[in-house]
Antibody, heavy 124, light 105 residues
Framework: QVQLVQSGAEVKPPGASVKVSCKAS????????ISWVRQAPGQGLEWMGWISTNNGNTKYAQKFQGRITITTDTSTTTAYMELRSLRSDDTAVYYC?????????????????WGKGTTVTVSS | EIVLTQSPGTLALSPGERATLSCRAS???????LAWYQQKPGQAPRLLMY???ARATGIPDRFSGSGSRTDFTLTISGLEPEDFAMYYC??????FGQGTRVEIK
């Protein structure tokens, strides 16, 4: 069974950067993909981006292009999400999720294991 | 970017009733990328359905998914107390729908 353990809550001033970690443990192989999803207080889910640990390829939601970097350290099975130039509306719970995918006539992708979330508060 | 619109925003039903949740896309979505998630207050989302039709591991068979191209549906055939929650559709690599709240009538 795979578990994703995220780093603790952060409080940052506007304009700063935050880096949230997500450590995978359990029954994982060397190839796993991680997505990041956030949820502002009282709001819905927002997909932010995705990294393939197999080749390091990333895809980011257009909204976050230029402000987000997702990386992985395969030696520690840890993924990171860095968000820069923080604003008050970046205050949210940030989730990492394992992306599972397989081929069965076409590619299937979905997020099947989730971390518990990291609260990031942007406040002066 | 493809926009997913869920309806209704809130569904008020009694336990045992059937819930039908809609997810409409602004453009054709690959069914293999379409998933549904359940979220309860203070918890992370949980995968319910993937590939539009397939139940995730451990999901009871009262949950079913259907649809294609731009119209997808999540059906809960007989609501159990633990099913009252928020539900989101999602096209992998894109945006989530805004969610449907299923609440007790």
């Amino acid at each position: 069974q795979v578990q994703l353990v995220q780093s603790g809550a952060e409080v940052k001033p506007p304009g700063a950067s935050v880096k949230v970690s997500c450590k995978a443990s359990g029954d994982i192989d060397n190839n796993y993909d991680i997505s990041w999803v956030r949820q502002a207080p009282g709001q819905g889910l927002e997909w932010m981006g995705w990294i393939s640990t197999n080749n390091g390829n990333t895809k980011y939601a257009q909204k976050f292009q230029g402000r987000i970097t997702i990386t992985t350290d395969t030696s520690t099975t840890t993924a990171y999400m860095e968000l820069r130039s923080l604003r008050s509306d970046d205050t949210a719970v940030y989730y990492c999720a394992r992306v599972s995918g397989f081929w069965s006539g076409r590619y299937y992708y979905f997020m099947d294991v989730w971390g518990k979330g990291t609260t990031v508060t942007v406040s002066s | 970017e493809i926009v997913l619109t869920q309806s209704p925003g809130t569904l008020a039903l009694s336990p045992g009733e059937r819930a039908t949740l809609s997810c409409r896309a602004s453009q054709t979505v690959s069914t293999s990328y379409l998933a549904w998630y359940q979220q309860k207050p203070g918890q992370a989302p949980r995968l319910l359905m993937y590939g539009a039709f397939a139940r995730a591991t451990g999901i009871p068979d009262r949950f079913s998914g259907s649809g294609s191209r731009t119209d997808f549906t999540l059906t809960i055939s007989g609501l159990e107390p633990e099913d009252f929650a928020m539900y989101y559709c999602h096209q992998f690599g894109g945006a989530f729908g805004q969610g449907t709240r299923v609440e007790i009538k």
